[in-house]
């Protein structure tokens, strides 16, 4: 019935219907949390589940022993405790006698979520989080910045919430459709609720590491400030368009005080080791023809459009005097050994990337586009998004993080740190579109990065079954069937 399923599990006879939670020293928060999922109260004694730390257990794993009598959950850590907890949330509230020793495979186990394409409220993000635990994610990668919208409030620089935040209409269908939807679109988030959210992650055991796509991707905060741009006389208006802008910062004082001072406020804001600071899709063409840039390659003795790892490379360097480690998107060049070995990769293009950006000496998260890219469409229904390949729950289940032998990563050795969703948002305007492209396709990245190497896909079709009647309670699923503007129909042809 998990999923996903623990590394080791071994089934007894009977079950037990605990009456109560008894939290011993250092598990409080895990205790509390499973009180609310569970209904159950805190006691002193009883045929209780017993939360218990114990020394000894690895930085994540935890042990649960079900007898007629009571539950015993241990581990060393919170976080431990934490997936421990969503295990037995998932089989109350008749637990069945058994004895569970779990820990993951990979320890990054991620989401994107885009809220740049579409702005998403508050309380699904919270709901988002919630869902993503009970998977045993351990990462929310929330992408606020691109191209079409600018979504955390930043201390200093009113317009990139004021005017980055706000389009005035979205495209309908693929990149280059031509087609808009004449409705105005945006919202952004304060500083206080993104802690908020913050502190409600942490207590599921989620970090949420924030990204802001530099120097490409920047359209929205080019149309609150165009000085930071290539071009301060063109007025550029937040981007409408899906595709790639070949509007991206400039190579100047004014761009890099900017992106020191956003990135240390995201720190302030974001408490997680890593902050991701985008550069893919950045196209050079701009600099070629700036005298800025052109001045600082010529100071570099390189071309203009080898300014872009070096550009990485200073941003690398402002994440890590805030203490961070810096994570970037893998782009072609990326793993020609320009940028500091120490920068986390997130390999998007095809899984060689990631293999190569591992033999550079990287770690790296594994999210190649033909696994990991959610709002690709996963089947052929006419409804769904204009996003090609098709990517289906089965394709997803066969992707192998690990494929051809690659190392886990510990945290200091180059690597495999985990692997990821993307759940890229353009034809994803609501909760309930992001809804109906995650689940369950989830449920099949939160077993391969989280089990022990599988057992099959009808072992995991079985565990779904009873996995979705849990997901629909707890209304992860759409409640009705969704549908995506744009979508290419029958004929191949977009459909406004
Ligand atoms: C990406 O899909 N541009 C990371």
């Known amino acids: ?48 589940i017993r939360l218990a730390r114990k020394p000894g257990l690895g930085p994540e794993e935890y042990t649960l022993e079900v007898t007629p009598g009571r539950a015993l959950l241990t581990a060393s850590t919170e976080a431990g405790l934490l997936a421990g907890v969503q295990t037995i949330r998932q089989l109350h509230p008749r637990l069945p006698c058994l004895t569970i020793r779990d820990a993951p495979r990979l320890p990054w186990r991620g989401v994107l979520l885009d809220v ?27 992408h606020l910045t691109d191209d079409q919208g600018w979504r955390i409030e930043i201390g200093g620089r009113p317009r990139l919430t004021e005017v980055g935040a706000w389009r005035a209409e979205s495209m309908v269908g693929p990149a280059g459709s031509g087609v808009f939807d004449g409705v105005p679109h945006g919202g952004f988030y304060t500083q206080r609720e993104l802690r908020d959210l913050v502190a409600f992650a942490a207590e599921r055991g989620v970090r949420i590491v924030p990204e802001i796509d530099l120097p ?29 802008s070949p509007d991206i910062l400039g190579v100047h004082d004014e761009a890099f005080a900017f992106c020191r001072d956003v990135l240390t406020q995201v720190a302030g804001v974001f408490p997680a080791p890593y902050l991701h600071i985008g550069g893919d899709e950045c196209p050079t063409t701009q ?64 899984p060689a990337h990631g293999a190569l950006a591992v033999a550079r000496g990287h770690q790296v998260v594994m999210a190649p586009h033909t696994s990991t890219y959610f709002d690709y469409r996963q089947s052929e229904d006419p409804g769904e998004p204009p996003r090609e390949p098709v990517t289906t729950l089965e394709d997803v289940y066969r992707f192998d993080p690990l494929a051809g032998g690659l190392p886990v990563s510990d945290g ?57 009647d849990r997901l629909r309670a707890l209304g992860a699923l759409p409640k009705e069937r969704v549908r995506f503007a744009g979508a290419l129909g029958v004929s191949g042809k977009t459909v406004p």
């Open 287 to 350: 600099w070629e023809t700036s005298p800025d840039a052109q001045a600082t390659a010529a100071a570099l003795g390189v071309r203009p459009a080898e300014l872009h790892p070096w550009f990485l490379g200073r941003l690398h360097d402002i994440v890590a005097e805030l203490g961070r480690r810096a994570v970037c998107w893998d782009e072609t060049g990326h793993a020609a050994g320009r940028l500091p070995a120490e920068l986390i990769v997130t390999a998007w293009r095809d």
């Open 216 to 244: 490409g991707h920047v359209r929205a905060a080019l149309a609150a400030y165009p000085s930071l741009g290539n071009r301060p006389s063109v007025a550029l208006p937040v981007w409408t368009e899906w595709g790639i």
């Open 412 to 468: 200091t050795t180059p690597g495999v740190l985990g692997t990821q969703a993307q759940l890229w948002t353009e034809h994803a305007p609501t909760p309930e579109h992001v809804r109906h492209l995650a689940f369950p396709r989830l449920c099949a990245l939160a077993e391969r990065a989280w089990s022990p190497p599988s057992r099959g896909y009808a072992d995991f079709r079985q565990r779904l079954a009873g996995h979705l």
């Open 116 to 142: 740049a394409r579409h702005f998403m409220p508050l309380s699904f993000l919270r709901e988002f989080v919630d869902l993503l635990a009970l998977h045993k994610f351990n990462v929310l990668h929330l």
């Open 1 to 48: 019935m998990l999923i996903p399923r623990p590394a080791r599990l071994i089934r007894r006879a009977g079950s037990c219907v605990p009456t109560g939670i008894l939290a011993g020293p250092g598990t409080h928060g895990p205790a509390r949390l499973l009180a609310a999922y569970t209904g159950l109260p805190l006691v002193p004694d009883g045929p209780v």
